[in-house]
């Protein structure tokens, strides 16, 4: 890459992301500067770094174990806040989006406020704890927030204490990867982010060992992945606070499990409120209004059930099946691999 193409993409960045925080200022009073949060995500993308805490290790893309640390140690969720925890590409934002609707469909300026809010405003791990500054100043109630860490890396009982509910989100491994592997491969060109380049291989082949091996930095230890995620969230899968969503169930049937997310949050719901949220929630929808830091990186692609036997190998595909059969022994967790 260039110098020139190296500065177009760090406008692009800068741009993008940039807008991610600035675009909410007129919805505050006495709004914070966001300059150094702005530069923060700027250099965390061009110039990565491998941050780490608890031996759980992040790197690119602006996840930082710093924040998630001071968010432990710091950070105190409000009474019904929302927090849609997973492993990426499993549903996190379609289930966001599912509860921004529930919360603040009567609510016209906290909609559009919500409307595109993502990564570098509204996960724990993301950024720096200024950036909680922001969050506290704006005018809602109740705040949609995400997370992409197990637990050993959060607070469970403050969280329960303060009043705050979780969603887990759970996806099929094999269409998780793919579309994991289809949203980094969008990501901009950094000469600089060799390792990340290594995490994240253009060929698939490639791909699929460095996931499976553990090696892509999202707040797991080294050699760890999906699965262990999974595994941190499974004893609480019963707590009253915490409601777990899949994926494929919502495919199926998203009336039904908007009704579910509904009465868990304690949220009253007509049959025409949930076909409205079901429209508004859809992935055409969704896709249709992606901010500009979605649409960089391809974030909306199909969005179905199944495309992974488009990507698998059958070695890749039973090589899956033992290992995910290893690491869920004891467990009921029962994946769908197609509809």
């Not at 919500?114 to 109630?141: C, H, Q, R």
């Not at 705040?143 to 996806?171: C, F, N």
């Not at 060929?203 to 262990?228: H, P, R």
């Amino acid at each position: 890459m260039s110098n020139m193409e190296a500065n177009a993409t760090k406008q692009m960045v800068e741009k993008s992301l940039g807008g991610s925080f600035k675009d909410l200022l007129p919805y505050v009073t006495d709004p914070p500067d966001v300059k150094l949060l702005v530069e923060y995500f700027v250099d965390a993308i061009m110039n990565p770094k491998e941050t780490e805490w608890k031996g759980h290790k992040m790197y690119g893309q602006g996840f930082n174990a710093d924040t998630i640390k001071w968010v432990y140690e710091n950070w105190t969720p409000w009474k019904d806040d929302v927090i849609v925890a997973s492993f990426p590409k499993t549903g996190t934002t379609w289930a966001r989006h599912i509860v921004r609707h529930l919360y603040y469909r009567n609510d016209e300026n906290v909609m559009a406020m919500t409307k595109t809010m993502t990564m570098p405003t509204i996960y724990l791990e993301t950024g720096i704890p200024s950036k909680f500054e922001l969050l506290e100043k704006l005018p809602w109630k109740k705040r949609v927030i995400a997370t992409h860490v197990p637990t050993q890396l959060l607070d469970l009982e403050k969280i329960k204490s303060a009043g705050a509910k979780i969603i887990y989100t759970i996806r099929n491994p094999k269409d998780q990867m793919v579309s994991w592997y289809h949203m980094t491969n969008s990501f901009p060109p950094n000469p600089h982010a060799k390792r990340q380049m290594e995490m994240y291989p253009k060929d698939w082949n490639s791909f699929f060992e460095s996931s499976i091996a553990g090696k892509q930095l999202l707040g797991n230890k080294e050699g760890e992945w999906y699965m262990e995620n999974l595994l941190s969230w499974y004893p609480h899968r019963n707590d009253e606070n915490v409601l777990f969503v899949y994926f494929e169930d919502l495919i199926k049937d998203s009336a039904k499990e908007i009704k579910r997310i509904a009465d868990f949050l304690g949220v009253s719901v007509t049959p025409e409120d949930v076909s409205c949220i079901a429209d508004a929630t859809s992935f055409v929808s969704m896709k249709q209004q992606s901010g500009s830091g979605e649409q960089m990186v391809n974030f909306y692609r199909k969005g179905k059930v199944g495309d992974w036997k488009n990507h698998f190998t059958v070695a890749q595909s039973e090589r899956m099946d033992v290992l995910v059969k290893e690491k869920l022994a004891g467990t009921d967790i029962q994946f769908t691999y197609e509809l």
